[in-house]
């Protein structure tokens, strides 16, 4: 008998978008920002991306999007969904100058604190780098876009990035400033929904047992 899921969404919350964040990169793991560098899934990321299917169990979905890029569509397959289908507005953060490096060393270089939250990031003729703002505006986008999918009850199903989740959802909740305070572990997954017509985290940072 299968062990039920610990992902637990109530019909009173529907329908969901439920959010998968890629599984661990070697990037990931050491804390780089990894924006558009398509950095594949490590052996760790790869079970985390199966666990992550353990997660959403045999739930159906009428639409099932995923990344572009590779970390996110090797999760989606590993999760068994490998029909997810790829939409460009769903990528990372583009981080301009600041890809490939950790907090601590930009903090280091700058000399002073720095968060992407709030200081954001490099902009350059070869680093054009994106704004938060613009990053709202794709996930804007991918909400209204999926819209008529909701409107016929049926849950959305997405695969993405750390940033790129917690920004959506802060769209979601019409709340920008909550993006950085909703931490996201790789491979965890998340659900969104209603409550009394209100727009609600319903989960949040899910994984499965290990």
Excluded at 25 to 48: A, F, K, M, V, Y
Excluded at 58 to 81: K, M, N, Q
Excluded at 134 to 151: E, S, Y
């Amino acid at each position: 008998m299968a062990e039920p899921s610990p992902l637990v969404l109530g019909e009173s919350t529907r329908p969901h978008i439920v959010l998968v964040r890629h599984g661990e990169t070697e990037w990931s793991r050491t804390g780089r920002h990894t924006g558009l560098t398509d950095i594949p899934l490590t052996e760790n990321g790869r079970h985390q991306a199966r666990m992550a299917g353990v997660v959403l169990g045999d739930r159906e979905f009428g639409a099932v999007l995923t990344s572009p890029l590779s970390r996110a569509r090797e999760t989606a397959a590993l999760a068994g969904h490998p029909e997810a289908v790829p939409d460009p507005d769903l990528v990372e953060w583009d981080y301009g100058g600041y890809e490939g490096l950790t907090t601590p060393g930009i903090i280091e270089a700058l000399g002073h604190p720095w968060s992407v939250w709030t200081d954001g990031v490099i902009h350059g003729e070869n680093t054009p780098g994106e704004t938060v703002d613009a990053v709202r505006r794709r996930a804007a986008a991918v909400i209204g876009r999926v819209a008529p999918v909701l409107d016929r009850g049926e849950d959305v199903l997405i695969f993405a990035h750390a940033h790129y989740l917690r920004i959506f959802a802060s769209v979601w909740l019409a709340l920008p400033v909550a993006a950085e305070r909703l931490y996201l572990g790789t491979g965890a997954v998340s659900a969104l929904g209603h409550e009394h017509g209100t727009p609600v985290v319903v989960e949040w940072n899910v994984v499965a047992p290990r």
